[in-house]
């Protein structure tokens, strides 16, 4: 957002506005809504410093206090809406009649702005644009094919399971990650009490050699130093870090897209972003060229509602390729994301005139690639828990011991 300085002329005195938009026209608009009195002129300005620290403040506060709609709540609420949409309730009363019965706060206070953002005529897919956070990207995309298809009753539905596949998904991931969890957090306990309890007690037989120390023995005192007297000063680092990267992953879509890149070069976590993104993306572009919607507009949604921003990025060349007379199928090969067996069978449906099916068929592909992954979770986490197990023992025994055998060499005389 740039910032402007609206002059306006306001019972016979001239006032300046400080206005926050995109571009000057836009900042025109909001100051002639801001003020009842003739704007003079708008110019872009620089933001005082007092104001940048302000507003940085309020979208910090904003960021930390922004949350989703819990899963359960939202599942519910879309089966709600399908139902009473199917019965040909409005939009409008269907979305007031699920905030006022709901106990969850974040779905009551965005289905209530939402009805009246529809009150006010604004579509349903227009008004969740300003909730991307809290409904999600998938949530958007299959109510902007609803009304597209006019069918909001059926995208509906298919949200619904959508989502309660991915609860479904979430909560194998988080049994998958049980066991490994809590045995780490197990050694993390017992290495934190060794180094805070056992260790400074070596400390002192090793100082009264005033010798050089080996390079474990040397890593030991120096965390036994940083967990004993820096604790609490480590403690607060991280709590303040995390909340810094929270904001800037939000805020910053530079810093987004290098942390998306990141997560897509790391082991296992790559594929699992991988797989359940072009699941999603292919079973929503399923569905609209069934409907009929052109290929390239049904690219444009189900794009948006991918989140994972260099995935986004190559997707997006996929569309151009189209848009300049290129075949789907070589705009998928040409991102290097797509096997060539899901190619031809593209390239198959398109020369069918079955483009639909096929690619119903490769959504089926990647979904069972992606629940191999969640299914094998806890085996292929297995030797990473191994090695930082293998560490630290390592770590301690090689740290504690060293010495005491060079201690048991120059006792013997050696």
């Known amino acids: 957002m740039k910032y402007f300085i609206a002059t306006v002329l306001s019972k016979g005195k001239r006032e300046e506005l400080p206005i926050y938009a995109e571009n000057k026209k836009d900042a025109q608009e909001y100051a002639k809504v801001k003020s009842s009195g003739i704007l003079i002129k708008v110019v872009e300005g620089t933001e005082p410093i007092d104001a940048q620290f302000l507003r940085f403040k309020t979208n910090f506060l904003k960021n930390i206090k922004k949350k989703k709609i819990k899963s359960d709540a939202l599942i519910a609420a879309i089966r709600q809406l399908a139902v009473m949409t199917n019965a040909g309730i409005s939009i409008y009363d269907s979305l007031s009649e699920i905030a ?7 779905l009551k206070t965005v289905f209530s702005k939402l009805a009246d953002d529809i009150n006010s005529g604004h579509s349903l ?28 009753d059926e995208a509906l539905y298919a949200l619904a399971d959508m989502l309660e596949e991915i609860r479904s998904n979430i909560i194998k991931f988080k049994k998958a990650m049980a066991y490994p969890r809590n045995v780490m957090i197990a050694m993390a306990v017992a290495f934190t009490i060794l180094i805070s309890y056992v260790v ?6 090793f100082e009264s050699l005033n010798a050089e120390l080996p390079l474990p023995t040397q890593i030991l005192l120096t965390l036994e130093n940083l967990f004993n007297n820096y604790g609490l000063y480590v403690i607060a680092g991280l709590i303040v870090f995390f909340l810094i990267f ?11 897209y290098g942390w998306h890149k990141f997560l897509l070069k790391t082991y296992l976590i790559k594929n699992i972003i ?13 569905e609209l060229v069934r409907a009929g919607i052109p290929i390239a507009e049904a690219l444009d949604t189900s794009i948006d509602m991918i989140d994972n921003l260099p995935l986004k ?9 189209v848009e300049k007379g290129g075949t789907l199928n070589k705009g998928l090969k040409d991102t290097e994301l797509f096997e060539n067996m899901i190619t031809q069978m593209v390239r198959a449906g398109e020369d069918s005139g079955t483009l639909d099916t096929m690619i119903k068929k490769v959504a089926e592909y990647y979904k069972m690639r992606f629940d191999a ?5 806890s085996e292929a986490i297995e030797p990473i828990m191994l090695f930082i197990m293998a560490a630290m023992v390592i770590l301690l025994a090689l740290g504690i011991f060293l010495p005491m055998w060079d201690m048991g060499n120059a006792v013997q005389g050696r």
């Open 100 to 106: 006022s019965a709901t106990e969850d706060d974040a």
């Open 125 to 152: 897919s227009t008004s969740m644009e300003n909730f991307r956070f809290e409904l999600g990207n998938l949530t958007i995309a299959m109510v902007n094919l609803g009304e597209k298809t006019g069918n909001l």
């Open 200 to 205: 400074p007690e070596f400390k002192k037989i």
């Open 246 to 256: 929270r904001y800037m992953v939000n805020n910053s879509k530079e810093f987004r």
């Open 274 to 286: 991988k797989f359940s993104t072009l699941n999603r993306f292919t079973l929503v572009f399923s």
């Open 313 to 321: 990025a190559k997707l997006q060349s996929v569309r151009f390729t």
């Open 373 to 377: 992954i969640i299914d094998g979770l």
